[in-house]
């Protein structure tokens, strides 16, 4: 496990664009994903009857959908103790398996960083 206070500024400003959207959209989970350029794309879980998304999934998406070649970082807001495989999947299929997945609590306090792969 990784403390938060070891990650560098983007990979904290991703965390707290999580952490916002998962407060302001009042949802399970909030996820941030910085690519290649340094641009974010945030977004939070997505549960309608005809779609269901996890919020890292569906800002996977959003940043496939904006032209994204590839992932720096992914963050993760949750109450889960790990992102799951499919997170995990869809974030590898973008960034590779070495791009890190950083999963924290509700707090934004860092609970563990793991690579896509």
Avoid: C, F, W
Avoid at 30 to 42: H, L, N, S
Avoid at 99 to 107: E, F, I, K, N, Q
Wanted: hydrophobic share 45%.
């Amino acid at each position: 496990m990784t403390q938060s206070t070891d990650l560098g500024p983007e990979d904290r400003k991703i965390i707290t664009l999580a952490r916002s959207a998962r407060a302001r959209n009042g949802v399970p989970e909030g996820a941030a994903v910085r690519d290649e350029t340094g641009r974010t794309y945030v977004a939070g879980t997505v549960a309608l009857d005809s779609l269901r998304l996890s919020a890292l999934q569906t800002a996977v998406a959003m940043a496939v959908a904006s032209g994204a070649q590839s992932l720096e970082a992914a963050a993760l807001v949750s109450e889960a103790d790990a992102a799951s495989d499919a997170d995990r999947a869809a974030v590898r299929d973008l960034g590779g398996a070495a791009t890190p997945v950083l999963l924290a609590g509700p707090d934004g306090e860092l609970k563990a960083s793991v690579t896509a792969g």
